[in-house]
């Protein structure tokens, strides 16, 4: 069993930058790929980002390319997703998924383990 624990989010500018953190219990967190998603009201789960066992494949959704980067500590258990030039439309509850099986894609259905998210606001 994985459990995965987010915080960073809060309420922000537009324009100003957030760090989200997630951390995970367990000892092979090192071979989990790891997904960050985010859920904005009245919509569906959407991936927004996914980052290999060892950092070296990422992969991000068109509407967050160049302004956020998903990275992990294995040292620490834990995955991170900077946010820099954030948007309202960024205005969404955030939430970090692990892949046991360390498969490179972004279909929710792909992630066994999820967070209970953290809720990211941006003002215009």
């Known amino acids: 069993q994985v459990q995965l624990v987010e915080s960073g989010g809060g309420l922000v500018q537009a324009g100003d930058s957030l760090r989200l953190s997630c951390a995970a219990s367990g000892r092979t967190f090192s071979s989990y790929a790891m997904g960050w998603f985010r859920q904005a009201p009245g919509k569906g789960r959407e991936f927004v980002a996914r980052?290999?066992?060892?950092?070296?494949?990422?992969y991000y959704a068109d509407s967050v390319k160049g302004r956020f980067t998903i990275s992990r500590d294995n040292a620490k258990n834990t995955v991170y997703l900077q946010m820099n030039s954030l948007k309202p439309e960024d205005t969404a509850v955030y939430y970090c998924a692990a892949d046991p099986r360390g498969r490179l894609g972004w279909a929710k259905s792909q992630y066994d383990y999820w967070g209970q998210g953290t809720q990211v606001t941006v003002s215009s």
């Open positions: 980052i290999s066992w060892n950092g070296g494949n990422t």
